[in-house]
């Protein structure tokens, strides 16, 4: 039974006619060809499925594995494990899918502070290790004798020395708190009547984003759903307009749902059925709806800056 929610309560649930209805598009790997698998979602396990994607056909592979975690995936569960067995796991698969990439393709791979060691150790060997992204995760629980851990990695890494870097679609704007003049002009920000505001290069540490939660549009119930914004800035900085991105570990969908909206093509592969479907209803969603929240008009704000983006025409 569907639960019933709060007035502001906007999660994405799948009724049972909905589950009934999106079953049927539901791509199994035993079952596919070439041709099926652009824009869709095979259901499968990635040793599988990858073989199904083309050779050097991908332009972003994103990687959202499971971290070395005992965690529940709807029906699949992962169980933690030693570091040893973690990176041999990792690598495992993780060759199966270069033969797929561009020479000038880009690899985002997302971690946390046990798994990152294992990560580094692997793609070092077959990528150019470029930077790692720290992005702070303002939810999680607290401890009583650790720290609580509040941010997350992204290794970033290309397979050459040539490959896409679009600097200008990911600058952030800020609010200039005590702005600077030469000549009595604005110096690297602008004056307006709503305030003063300057874009500024993205840094390799991001505290700008908002992890999903119950009145978001795109908040879902899967445990380990990363925000539209955060995917929004890889893609945007690592692919143009009509390029593949590859998203092995799809969980809800976020990878598949912001590049439809951003003019992005995608293969994906997901485990779970369940997280197929509700990823198939995200992705029907987004033919309606393709704003992403904390971008608007082609450039990503700072966090808690509703206020400022509503007086400049924003809608979410």
């Known amino acids: 039974m569907l639960k019933k929610k709060a ?6 649930y799948l009724t049972a006619q909905e589950k009934e209805r999106y079953s049927k598009r539901i791509l199994k790997a035993d079952s596919l060809t070439d041709y099926a698998i652009i824009d869709n979602i095979i259901n499968g396990d990635i040793y599988n499925s990858c073989k199904f994607i083309p050779a050097e056909s991908v332009d972003l592979l994103f990687l959202d594995p499971p971290y070395n975690l005992s965690k529940q ?3 699949n569960i992962f169980n933690k494990t030693t570091e040893e067995k973690y990176t041999e796991w990792f690598g495992s698969w993780f060759k199966l899918l270069l ?7 880009t690899v985002y791979v997302c971690g ?12 070092k060997d077959y990528l150019f290790v470029r930077n790692r992204i720290t992005w702070e995760r ?47 002009k604005p110096k690297d920000w602008e004056e307006s009547e709503n305030g003063n505001y300057r874009l500024t290069h993205p840094g390799n540490f991001w505290n700008d984003i908002s992890i999903p939660f119950w009145s978001m549009p795109e908040n879902t119930e899967h445990p380990t759903q990363k925000p539209e914004k955060l995917i929004a800035k890889l893609i945007l900085a690592s692919t143009n307009e009509n390029d593949i991105v590859f ?13 439809k909206k951003l003019k992005r093509h995608f293969y994906a592969v997901e485990l779970a059925e369940e997280y197929v479907m509700l990823s198939l209803k995200r992705l029907d969603l987004a033919v309606k709806d393709k704003s992403i929240q904390g971008y608007e008009n082609g450039v990503f704000w700072e966090r808690n800056t509703f206020n400022e983006r509503k007086k400049n025409g924003s809608k979410n």
Do not use: Q
Request: aromatic share 12%; hydrophobic share 30%; no cysteine.
């Open 112 to 123: 946390d502070w046990r798994t990152s060691i294992s990560i580094y150790n692997v793609i």
């Open 73 to 75: 995936f709807h029906n």
């Open 247 to 259: 998203d092995p570990f799809l969980g809800s969908g976020t990878t598949a749902v912001v590049a």
């Open 138 to 184: 303002e939810k999680g629980r607290g401890a009583k004798t650790n720290y609580k851990n509040s941010h997350e990695d992204i290794w970033f890494a290309t397979k050459s020395d040539s490959y896409t870097f679009n600097l200008d679609a990911v600058k952030l704007k800020r609010k200039v708190v005590a702005p600077y003049r030469e000549n009595g």
């Open 7 to 12: 007035p502001r309560n906007r999660t994405i």
């Open 99 to 105: 033969p797929s990439l561009k020479d000038t393709a």
